[in-house]
T-cell receptor
């Protein structure tokens, strides 16, 4: 079974609004990463947060990690139409020698 | 720009054919991965490799096989393709550190008729 699950499965918002996606995982991790995928092509790395970090920022992205709840959230502020894509969380299980597994993904649509 | 390449981009073949999906990277990465992606989005890890002559099966059982004879090359082979193998196959690589990000190829969309 998949290590991570994300919700919502799909999200539709107006341009300028904030988008929040959540990820839950099952086992202890070394780190958690977020990726973006456009139109079913290859994924692109957005941000990585280590297991000993609680929050990280990169431009309009804010990621939080709660290891006690085994969950993470990705916030995209002031969304743009170009942010329309699928977003995935990925975990590197502790002791797993970087065996990276992905969540189920959230489809984000930003309406101009 | 990621230096990881997958060929072909699209492949339509008949049942029973043997196929090889190619994946190459020029970044000298030790770790390489194959993921299978359902039409509905979910990615499944099917194979990974820590380096030359090292391959492991992923979480999703797959009838495909892989080899890692050279660092830069990680091909995936299906000996006898079936319609159930129709999917997108994504190859990725990463460097040696635990906190390295993955670089992805553009994927191969396989359709087996």
């Amino acid at each position: 079974s998949q290590q991570g699950e994300e919700d919502p499965q799909a999200l539709s918002i107006q341009e300028g609004e904030n988008a929040t996606m959540n990820c839950s995982y099952k086992t202890s991790i070394n780190n958690l990463q977020w990726y973006r995928q456009n139109s079913g092509r290859g994924l692109v790395h957005l941000i990585l947060i280590r297991s000993n970090e609680r929050e990280k920022h990169s431009g309009r992205l804010r990621v939080t990690l709660d290891t006690s709840k085994k969950s993470s959230s990705l916030l995209i502020t002031a969304s743009r139409a170009a942010d329309t894509a699928s977003y995935f969380c990925a975990t590197d299980a502790y002791g797993g020698y970087q065996k990276v597994t992905f969540g189920t993904g959230t489809k984000l649509q930003v309406i101009p | 720009e990621a230096d990881i390449y997958q060929t072909p981009r699209y492949l339509v073949i008949g049942t029973g054919k043997k196929i090889t999906l190619e994946c190459s990277q020029t970044m000298g990465h030790d770790k390489m991965y194959w993921y299978q992606q359902d039409p509905g989005m979910e990615l499944h890890l099917i194979h990974y490799s820590y380096g030359v002559n090292s391959t492991e099966k992923g979480d999703l059982s797959s009838e495909s096989t892989v080899s890692r004879i050279r660092t830069e090359h990680f091909p995936l082979t299906l000996e006898s393709a079936r319609p159930s193998h129709t999917s997108q196959y994504l190859c990725a690589s990463s460097g040696g550190r635990v906190d390295e990000k993955l670089f992805f190829g553009s994927g191969t969309q396989l359709s087996v008729l």
